[in-house]
């Protein structure tokens, strides 16, 4: 079946440093990712997407990277900073849907001061 | 815009005691879905919508019921709760735009069943 799944349930990082989040998605049809940021108490908040035609995309301080060969995903978040402490989610779209999308169980990212 | 709207946002229910959990936007979305999200889990659909009068249930619909008589409303409906739905339910909402869909969530009803 369908799936998308995170490499590590947890990193911690220095304020200030690059963090990198990680995901591997199954479904080769997949068109459409993107991350979400959950933080305690919260829905979930939109970060980033991209399209299945890209393999790059750059918002302010993150970049999400997709490497459909290996079915990876990736979230860079730049200079992190204390506010970027949260549960980050990734989701894939699979193609054969307009509407639904599937999430993966999430990384916690902790900061460092 | 309030966007959109969950109530309530904690209740404790006895089990075969039955809810409904209210969802509102006010974004004129198309979408709207449910999701129940367990402890250090992901998100899970329950059931989504594309539009007035029409639902459609997603990976874990057992147990629960839905309608869409508006736009604006999505009410989810526990009729006989079980401790296995002790969760936190988000409901979101995003227009149709294709392959893009960006969807924007409520902030959670905490659900108990004891």
């Known amino acids: 079946g369908e799936s998308v799944g995170l490499h590590l349930p947890t990193l911690s990082v220095q304020e200030g440093d690059n963090s990198i989040i990680n995901c591997a998605y199954s479904n080769s049809a997949s068109d459409y990712f993107i991350w979400y940021k959950q933080e305690s108490g919260k829905g979930p908040q939109f970060i980033i997407d991209i399209r299945s035609n890209m393999d790059k995309r750059q918002g302010q301080r993150v970049t999400v990277l997709l490497n459909k060969t290996v079915k990876h995903l990736s979230l860079q978040i730049a200079a992190t900073q204390p506010g970027d402490s949260a549960v980050y989610f990734c989701?894939?779209?699979?193609?054969?849907?307009?509407?639904?999308?599937?999430f993966g169980s999430g990384t916690r990212l902790s900061i460092r001061p | 815009n309030a966007g959109v709207t969950q109530t309530p946002k904690f209740r404790i229910l006895k089990i075969g005691q039955s809810m409904t959990l209210q969802c509102a936007q006010d974004?004129?979305?198309?979408?709207m879905y449910w999701y129940r999200q367990d402890p250090g889990m992901g998100l899970k659909l329950i059931y989504y919508s594309v539009g007035a009068g029409i639902t459609d249930k997603g990976e874990v619909p057992n147990g629960y019921n839905v309608s869409r008589s508006t736009t604006e409303d999505f009410p989810l409906r526990l009729e006989l709760a079980a401790p296995s739905q002790t969760s936190v339910y988000f409901c979101?909402?995003?227009?149709?735009?294709?392959?893009?869909?960006?969807?924007?969530f409520g902030p959670g009803t905490r659900l108990t069943v004891l």
């Open positions: 989701a894939e779209k699979p193609g054969s849907s307009a509407s639904k999308i599937i």
């Open positions: 979101a909402s995003s227009k149709k735009t294709g392959t893009y869909n960006e969807q924007f």
């Open positions: 974004m004129n979305h198309n979408y």
